[in-house]
């Protein structure tokens, strides 16, 4: 909860008068006519308003200084349009700036404000802390080298247009970066898997509407950008297990039960031996490949 500011102006003429006489019998007691007809207390009273003013004056800023403050925080504040605002938008708006990330010190700082820096042209993005994916052999520890793996919104982008965006992305990071940090940037490795599923239909459902419901299910279930859904798209560097594939085939609809899976990864276009697991790295993420998959619905 926010720290709650101090009332400054708490002390009134009342106060301030009491106090001063309270003092009199210490620092002259030969002073004993203490009523307001006397010069010297028409003098204390005096001083207590004069305290009063300056204490009055502690909590109430004049715009203009205020408005000076808020240009110092905010630069773009000294605008026309800024100097138009109200003083309360104002505050508000430098201090959304100020609660912003701007620095890039944690990798969920880094992916922030790439994500937040270049939504139009960014999907998703992962920080990998300790590695550089420009260095061989992969995935060796790096301290102090920070790698970014960037996942274009554009799917399959020219070389160029992809250069392009990560030379961005790093210059964009290299002011906001601590000064002993490396940084670099790559698109996503990825691993393609195929799956070979014979499935028990539910009764009254087509099988070539079961059939087409499980493919899009798969596409959708190893998506590497979510949909604005709860899901955000598969994880980087997550592996493949077969029980969460059958899990995902379980819930389609007109499939009573998976009676046969097998899970495949897929290298260079060539099928490899069946598998429980397929790894993937830090820096990558799945794609399913429907032209190499077989899906056999029965009753």
């Not at 720290?3 to 002259?28: G, H, N, Q, T």
């Not at 004049?62 to 773009?76: G, H, I, M, T, V």
């Not at 897929?266 to 598998?275: E, K, S």
Request: hydrophobic content about 45%; charged content about 25%; overall charge negative.
């Amino acid at each position: 909860m926010p720290i709650p500011l101090p009332i400054l102006d708490d002390r009134r003429f009342d106060d301030l008068s009491e106090e001063l006489r309270a003092l009199i019998p210490r620092y002259c007691p030969e002073w004993t006519d203490h009523n307001p007809s006397d010069p010297g207390i028409t003098l204390l009273e005096l001083f207590a308003w004069l305290g009063e003013s300056l204490i009055y004056r502690l909590d109430r800023i004049p715009e203009a200084s205020l408005r000076q403050l808020l240009a110092l925080l905010r630069p773009e504040a000294e605008a026309a349009n800024d100097r138009a605002r109200a003083i309360e938008d104002l505050r508000a708006l430098v201090l959304a700036d100020l609660e912003t990330p701007w620095r890039a010190v944690t990798a969920d700082d880094f992916e922030f404000l790439v994500t937040r820096a270049f939504a139009d042209r960014v999907a998703r993005v992962r920080c990998l802390p300790d590695t550089d994916l420009d260095a061989a052999p992969a995935g060796q520890n790096r301290p102090g080298h920070v790698s970014l793996v960037v996942v274009p919104r554009v799917a399959n982008p020219d070389p160029a247009t992809l250069s392009a965006l990560l030379t961005s992305i790093l210059a964009f990071l290299d002011e906001r970066r601590l000064i002993t940090c490396r940084l670099h940037a790559a698109p996503p490795g990825w691993v393609d898997v195929a799956v070979s599923a014979r499935v028990v239909r539910a009764p009254g459902s087509a099988a070539t509407d079961v059939t087409t419901a499980i493919l899009a299910r798969l596409q959708t279930f190893f998506a590497p950008v979510g949909d604005g859904s709860a899901s955000s798209g598969w994880p980087f560097g997550k592996d493949v297990h077969l029980s969460e594939v059958a899990a995902a085939l379980e819930g389609v609809a007109g499939v009573d039960h998976v009676k046969h899976l097998c899970l495949f990864q897929v290298d260079a276009g060539a099928i490899g031996p069946r598998t429980q697991v397929v790894p993937v790295p830090p820096n990558s993420l799945v794609r399913f490949t429907a032209a190499q998959s077989e899906i056999i619905s029965d009753l």
